[in-house]
């Protein structure tokens, strides 16, 4: 639990580094998406509940007809099944879709991006992008 409390602090410090450089403002905002990133994709399976049901999806997506998911997600994995047979890719795919859609919609609707960022991190991404990845892609379209 201590590592979302220093991702926290650190995503505040990049916040008060952008209102003194902001000539790097693009780059910190960058910088806060790939701290997102990186924790939501590549976390361990003993994050949340939901991770070992993501995976006994995508394997019975690769075996059978497993209609009991939205066809996106039936997509993905098709997608992913192409290249490779990780699941870590679902998570990698998930991860970089929700948070990408976010941080671009934060850009475009409020002046406030990297406040936004910060208020995100601390209500939803917990929710949304370690444990209900789905939805979380789903909130970023209904956001946008």
Do not use: C, P
């Amino acid at each position: 639990m201590y590592i979302y409390y220093i991702v926290y602090s650190f995503l505040f410090g990049l916040f008060l580094l952008s209102k003194i450089e902001t000539s790097n403002y693009s780059y910190l905002l960058g910088m806060a998406w790939l701290i997102l990133f990186l924790m939501a994709a590549f976390r361990g399976d003993d994050v949340d509940q939901d991770y070992i049901g993501y995976i006994e999806y995508f394997d019975l997506v690769k075996v059978a007809t497993f209609d009991y998911v939205e066809s996106s997600f039936l997509m993905i994995v098709k997608f992913i099944q192409m290249y490779s047979d990780d699941t870590l890719w679902l998570f990698i795919i998930y991860s970089a879709l929700g948070i990408s859609i976010k941080i671009w919609v934060f850009n475009k609707i409020t002046k406030f991006d990297f406040a936004s960022v910060i208020i995100y991190f601390s209500s939803w991404f917990l929710v949304w992008e370690m444990t209900q990845i789905r939805i979380a892609v789903a909130g970023g379209l209904i956001l946008y």
